[in-house]
């Protein structure tokens, strides 16, 4: 018997999560805002993180947060608003909260990895469905799986991590009405990526009081902070509210937030270069013989070539970090996903792609 033997066997199988060391490197491979605060706004947040006490739990600003949150997402009045350090946090007490005997967790894949992996650790059973080759939802399999497996949560990004694109709403929309035909279980819109995407779910939230919805600060440029949160039905919040730890959201983290809510055009200025510097990759994907570009309504584009591997190595020898994707599902075969950085950087990544990707797929 080891002190290690202590630990779930499970856990003790898992690697920890990590970090690549970026530095010195263009920095594409997180879906970060590659802009840095203007000397002005640095000097702003400064001030204002300074006043901070930080002898204190946190207190009374949360209330301040989440009014200006509430503001900035146009939450419906009355629904309920659940804060999280990172949405990572809140996509983990959601499980906690559900994790009765028996219960599963649906998503389709490939898809963000924590829905899963918060699902295992928590003690659910996680089902997945497969997309279809371009990455579609596959509406009838989903709705077949909601109906064999009565999933306590199924998962819908709305756009998807790592294919970038939104489903059809159509598709949505039936996986939506089966799960309700269930009778239980809740469905969580993933709107990570929302500060780049031509649509939102937020209007047909009040419909279907069964779906939840998630966004982040991380993706609107405050990665660093971690800030995500939930809204829906409140009596529906308020059991993933029980289950979350007391002061979650640091003093700090709410300052920066409070911060970045006050300058919330700057921000959205941002995400529209983003968009802007996307649509110029993908105009320059689209001539590369060995690239083939998927649609993008995030900060990232998911591109197939004939050798992710080495096109990976060949960039990061040429100073670029993108991800490699490729092992993370058999539909990603040979695929890497390309963060959107700023103009420069986007150069820098279109001349090195020129000179890599010639052969054709
Ligand atoms: N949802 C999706 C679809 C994501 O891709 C990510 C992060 N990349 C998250 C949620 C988590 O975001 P965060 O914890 O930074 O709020």
């Not at 928590?122 to 579609?136: I, W």
Request: charged fraction near 20%; include cysteine.
């Amino acid at each position: 018997m080891s002190l290690l033997d202590t630990f779930r066997p499970d856990v003790r199988a898992l690697h920890a999560y990590h970090v690549q060391d970026a530095a010195g490197f263009i920095k594409l491979d997180a879906m970060e805002n590659p802009f840095a605060l203007t000397p002005e706004l640095q000097d702003e947040l400064g001030r204002r993180l300074g006043a901070v006490a930080l002898n204190r739990y946190p207190g009374p600003r949360i209330n301040d947060l989440q009014a200006a949150l509430r503001r900035h997402a146009q939450v419906p009045d009355g629904f309920g608003l659940v804060l999280g350090n990172g949405s990572d946090e809140l996509i983990s007490l959601l499980s906690l909260a559900c994790a009765k005997p028996g219960a599963t967790v649906l998503a389709p894949l490939p898809g963000f990895v924590m829905y899963e992996m918060s699902a295992t650790l928590q003690g659910l059973r996680f089902v997945s469905v497969p997309l279809t080759p371009d990455f579609e939802l596959d509406a009838a399999a989903m709705v077949a799986a909601v109906r064999e497996h009565r999933p306590a949560i199924t998962y819908i990004a709305y756009p998807n991590n790592p294919t970038a694109n939104l489903w059809d709403d159509a598709a949505i929309e039936q996986v939506v009405q089966a799960v309700a035909a269930n009778g239980q279980g809740l469905v969580v819109i993933d709107e990570a990526y929302q500060p780049f995407a031509s649509k939102s779910y937020l209007d047909r939230l009040q419909q279907h009081p069964h779906v939840l919805l998630m966004r982040t600060l991380s993706k609107f440029g405050l990665a660093g902070i971690r800030l995500g949160y939930m809204l829906g039905r409140a009596d529906l919040i308020e059991q993933v509210d029980k289950v979350r730890p007391p002061y979650n959201i640091s003093v700090l983290n709410t300052e920066a937030a409070l911060f970045a809510l006050d300058h919330e055009a700057e921000f959205t200025r941002q995400a529209g270069v983003i968009k802007a510097e996307r649509e110029r990759l993908q105009s320059f994907l689209a001539t590369l013989p060995g690239a083939q570009a998927y649609p993008s309504q995030a900060n990232m584009i998911l591109v197939r070539v004939n050798d992710a591997a080495s096109t990976f190595a060949a960039l990061k020898q040429r100073g670029i970090l993108i991800k490699n994707v490729s092992g993370l599902h058999r539909l990603l075969a040979n695929c890497i996903r390309l963060t959107v950085g700023l103009p420069a950087e986007n150069d820098a990544l279109m001349a090195a792609l020129a000179d890599l990707l010639r052969e054709p797929l």
